[in-house]
């Protein structure tokens, strides 16, 4: 028996194997589409632990002549993560339409939305927020530093931020141009220049534009880049520090990041006290005069009832010297003669401190608690015997500390003197 063919029914079977290759391709881009977009820690072969690197850059660090539409690619010696990528890339000086930052595989794109401006040293940051695919993150920042110009800025500054409480996060350091213009609000934004500090709490800033700036170190507490209000700070002894090809070293110590508003005393100007009602009162004191004081209650008192104690003063201070130190006095031999310098000791988990005069770099300290604790010197400028933090706005300088290494033992009934202590950097 012949069978026939029906043309209708091979038509059907080929469509029907065509859509079914047409769903598997789809599928097989599908999947290679979307491990691309999600990347993952790569499986297999010898653990991963080491940070990227970066390989290449363009312009290459300390590049000069670089065109003003220059876009600026960094290539890394393994692929690297780009949900964190694009927050660590950082440009300094900060250009006002600011950048955009592309990523793919082992590779970062910078692309300025505005031309870059002449005669300008650039700097490029890669936070340490950059790491590979396995999480391994850099554990220095990437600096890259090129000129629009025929040579770099030359402007160096060194320094070391000082806390008095041990820090929980490193600081950065921003640095912003002081001109005639400033206005406090500039600490809040964008610094001009920023790098971070070590652990020291030391920093380096090196081909910077020579100038005036004002200068704060902060806790980058919510990660945005810039002084928040609620930021532990730091500041220096003077306002603005000018910058110079001769390297400088300074301190930042302790300051107040919120700031104090003028009151405006404008309206209370304007008011005039309407004393009328109070002229027009008349004081009765006819209840005032008709009250006597009854003291027959204190007649019945029997005074009996109130027992004398014996005086235990002496015994308590007997028992008392088991816990004091009797006298704790020395001296640093690197300090010059200062009226307003002072001594604390902190005794240990405490916050309160014992102040005493510095008298040509000693001090002494009459029956403290016997405790180990942290030994500083102060510049008490204001002369309330404690260390004053500064204030950003309205400018207020911080005051100088140093706190000498180590912790320092007070005994219990040990007259210690002639202690030798480091008192300088």
Request: with cysteine; proline share 6%; charged share 25%.
């Amino acid at each position: 028996m012949r069978q026939s063919y029906n043309i209708n029914q091979g038509k059907a079977r080929l469509m029907k194997t065509k859509f079914i290759g047409a769903i598997i391709v789809a599928a097989f881009l599908a999947a290679l589409m979307f491990s691309c977009a999600n990347q993952s820690a790569p499986g297999g072969g010898p653990i991963d632990t080491e940070p990227p690197e970066m390989a290449a850059s363009s312009p290459e660090d300390g590049q000069v002549n670089v065109d003003l539409r220059a876009r600026i690619n960094i290539t890394f010696s393994e692929w690297i993560n780009l949900a964190n990528a694009r927050r660590a890339v950082a440009v300094y000086p900060r250009l006002p339409q600011g950048i955009t930052v592309r990523t793919a595989r082992n590779r970062i794109t910078i692309i300025p939305n505005e031309p870059l401006k002449e005669n300008t040293t650039y700097h490029i940051v890669i936070g340490t927020a950059l790491s590979d695919l396995r999480g391994n993150a850099i554990t220095q920042p990437i600096n890259i530093i090129f000129s629009t110009g025929a040579e770099l800025d030359s402007g160096r500054l060194y320094g070391r931020v000082v806390p008095l409480e041990r820090l929980t996060a490193l600081p950065r350091v921003g640095l912003y141009f002081e001109d005639e213009e400033w206005e406090n609000a500039r600490y809040f934004a964008a610094p001009d220049y920023m790098t971070h500090t070590d652990s020291a709490g030391a920093f380096t800033f090196s081909h910077l534009r020579e100038g005036r700036y004002r200068i704060v170190a902060f806790v980058d507490q919510y990660r945005i880049g810039r002084l928040h209000m609620r930021d532990t700070c730091f500041t220096s002894l003077e306002k603005t520090i000018t910058v110079t090809r001769e390297a400088q070293t300074i301190r930042l110590y302790p300051a107040l990041s919120d700031t104090v508003v003028a009151v405006d005393t404008s309206v209370v100007d304007t008011l005039e006290a309407d004393v009328s009602i109070v002229d027009t009162l008349e004081t009765d004191v006819s209840i005032t005069d008709t009250l006597e004081i009854d003291t027959s209650i204190i007649d019945t008192l029997k005074l009996d009832t109130l027992e004398l104690k014996p005086d235990t003063s002496d015994l308590d201070t007997l028992n008392q010297n088991d816990n004091i130190c009797p006298l704790l006095s020395g001296r640093a031999a690197c300090l010059e003669p200062n009226d307003r310098r002072k001594w604390m000791f902190r005794p240990q988990n405490q916050t309160e401190g014992f102040v005493v005069p510095d008298s040509a770099g000693t001090f002494t300290f009459v029956n403290i608690p016997a405790s180990k604790g942290t030994l500083l010197w102060f510049i008490d400028n204001d002369g309330d015997d404690q260390i004053t933090f500064g204030r950003l706005a309205p400018w207020r300088p911080p005051e100088q500390f140093f706190i000498v290494p180590g912790m320092i033992e007070a005994k219990a009934r040990w007259e210690i003197v002639d202690l030798e202590v480091e008192g300088c950097e």
